[in-house]
């Protein structure tokens, strides 16, 4: 798990050299040996573990289906590997295969786009399905929202570089009084 996560989270150009971890490296051609770990070991070790989850027998011991989904990650968690490795490396070749230079894995990540649909969600609040019309609505609104905002702070497991925050000037001068209108 620790080489999965390591090659698919490599986040600037020397990253690998700085903490001596190759699975860091960016991605820069087709053949990298890291796409056969990916799709090769990684999975072919989940595929194995399932199916001698599936197929234990210890003598009399009979398990349950609970039981035997204690002893292996959910259904949704192995999909969701599945489809990971899958996507990123078939979307890493065609990249690299029409002229990208090297990729960052970690540039695949979708914590911005949770975040984003989740603002969503929140501004829904009981209304589960919106229609088309309330969605333009809710989203009008999200990019005013960031429009204004002073800063954006990264939420997510994943970090950027720190934000450079504008200086605020604040002032303790009472407000001109606004004149009546007749």
Not at 39 to 49: I, M, N, R, S, V
């Amino acid at each position: 798990m620790d080489r999965f996560f390591h090659c698919l989270n490599s986040r600037h150009l020397f990253e690998a050299d700085r903490t001596r971890k190759p699975d860091l490296l960016p991605y820069r051609n087709i053949n990298d040996p890291r796409f056969d770990f990916l799709q090769t070991t990684f999975l072919g070790y989940l595929a194995d573990w399932k199916a001698s989850v599936e197929g234990r027998q210890d003598g009399n011991i009979t398990y349950t289906k609970a039981d035997r989904q204690k002893m292996f990650p959910s259904h949704q968690t192995f999909k969701g590997l599945v489809m990971t490795v899958h996507g990123f490396v078939g979307a890493a070749h065609y990249l690299l295969g029409h002229g990208v230079k090297f990729i960052l894995a970690n540039k695949f990540c979708q914590d911005p786009l949770e975040e984003h649909f989740g603002r969503h969600r929140a501004m829904g609040r009981t209304a589960d399905n919106p229609t088309l019309l309330q969605f333009g609505h809710q989203e009008n609104s999200l990019r005013m929202q960031r429009q204004l905002a002073l800063i954006v702070t990264p939420r997510g497991n994943v970090h950027g570089a720190p934000a450079q925050r504008p200086v605020v000037q604040i002032s303790t001068s009472p407000l001109k009084k606004k004149q009546k209108q007749n």
